[in-house]
């Protein structure tokens, strides 16, 4: 099985450029680009530099003793969560932002959902000179207002977008908008593994530093470079691509993406994408998204920001496809649980995107084959508020 783009940048029947017409000549600049310098050892060592010296790279592979005992397996956490700015978003965009200068531009924009990459957007753009304008939902604005603030303060300007349901899938919306009015000088940093090729393929480049470090992590402390299994949420899938990523040829590692299934996969309340979508269009690929029978895209919800996705990265699409991959859904419910375990057992406080992967290891089983790692995508000073509203509750369900 093949899981690299060909050279239409589509994995198998997903993928692709839908694009406007005005869009053309940027994203073939930018495909160019690229590819001349993916393999390029003086932008390499730029930034390799600024992973090691700025985000803190590499990150911890933490073997977690108690949540091995409890689920009789042994269980590591990739720690992309004591990255600079707080999860992996940073490896993607220190990527872009280097390239967008190599190109000349001045203006950087972005969408932003829990607000992670527009937080790791704006500090890239503050370190390297760049104007910088992040589209972010007014949803999302309310329930993330530490990033928002943070944003600011970077010196971005955050313009809020009260279209559709007010999310991440509305503020990508705007944000190719905006690029339509201003191609020239303006680099759009996608934050997720979507988006018209080449962004499915660049985000998991930039982002594959995650399973790189995890091979080179399980060998010296497992004397193994593969896993049994890893596990990683998915809202657009660039954490789960990245620590997927040099397993995939690996086909002895099971790789499983964890969805959100909100209020329940059948509840109408669901960013479950694999789980009820179907083949469509959406932000510039041909990918699986949520929609009703007319084609119009379904509103999604979940209590995680980041997973509030109606689409899925064409990578996702593929390896669900080709069984390469199997996707689990857990609710806000099974997610929360998940989270307040992970604090009273390793005293870790995740985001509640990390905390959607964590939930998934309540569904499997493990009979002591290998090492499990779990993508940590980041940590959770933003969901203060949905924890401290959920916590009484979901304390006394839960004993540990
Ligand atoms: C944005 C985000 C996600 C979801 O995005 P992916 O592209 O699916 O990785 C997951 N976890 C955290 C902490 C995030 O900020």
Request: one cysteine or more.
């Amino acid at each position: 099985m093949n899981f690299t783009i060909d050279e239409n940048g589509y994995y198998g029947h997903y993928g692709g450029a839908y694009i406007p017409e005005i869009l053309r000549t940027n994203i073939v600049a930018l495909k160019q680009q690229f590819l001349a310098l993916r393999d390029d050892p003086d932008f390499n060592a730029a930034y390799d530099r600024l992973l090691r010296d700025y985000v803190g790279r590499p990150s911890p592979l933490y073997y977690a003793p108690r949540l091995s005992e409890r689920y009789g397996a042994t269980i590591y956490l990739k720690r992309e969560d004591l990255n600079h700015t707080g999860s992996h978003k940073i490896n993607n965009t220190i990527g872009q932002v280097l390239l967008a200068r190599h190109m000349g531009k001045r203006h950087i924009l972005a969408e932003t959902g829990a607000g992670q990459h527009g937080v790791a957007t704006a500090t890239v753009a503050a370190l390297m000179e760049m104007q910088c304008t992040v589209f972010m939902g007014e949803t999302d604005i309310a329930r993330q207002q530490p990033n928002v603030e943070k944003m600011r303060l970077l010196g971005a300007t955050v313009v809020p977008v009260t279209s559709g349901s007010k999310t991440l899938k509305d503020a990508a919306n705007e944000a190719i908008r905006y690029w339509i009015h201003y191609p020239a000088d303006t680099h759009y940093v996608i934050g997720s593994v979507i988006g018209p090729d080449p962004y499915p393929d660049m985000v998991a480049h930039f982002q594959s530093v995650i399973s790189s470090e995890i091979r080179q992590q399980l060998l010296s402390e497992e004397g193994v470079a593969c896993p049994h299994a890893v596990i990683a949420c998915v809202g657009g899938g660039s954490n789960a691509a990245g620590a997927f990523y040099h397993f995939l040829e690996e086909e002895q590692v099971q790789l499983i993406g964890v969805e959100a299934a909100g209020k329940g996969v059948d509840s109408g309340h669901t960013a479950a994408t694999i789980a009820t979508g179907s083949a469509g269009v959406i932000h510039g690929s041909k990918t699986l998204l949520m929609q009703d029978s007319d084609g119009q895209i379904k509103e999604p919800y979940s209590i995680s920001a980041g997973l509030d996705y109606p689409g899925i990265g064409p990578l996702h699409a593929h390896l669900h496809e080709t069984g390469r991959a199997s996707f689990l859904q857990a609710t806000d419910e099974e997610a929360l649980q998940a989270a307040f375990l992970l604090m009273r057992m390793e005293g870790i406080i995740p985001a509640i995107e990390s905390a959607h992967a964590l939930a998934a290891l309540e569904k499997l089983s493990f009979s002591n084959t290998g090492p499990v790692v779990v993508c940590l995508s980041g940590r959770g000073d933003k969901d203060m508020d949905a924890y401290i509203r959920a916590a009484p509750a979901s304390f006394k369900n839960h004993q540990l």
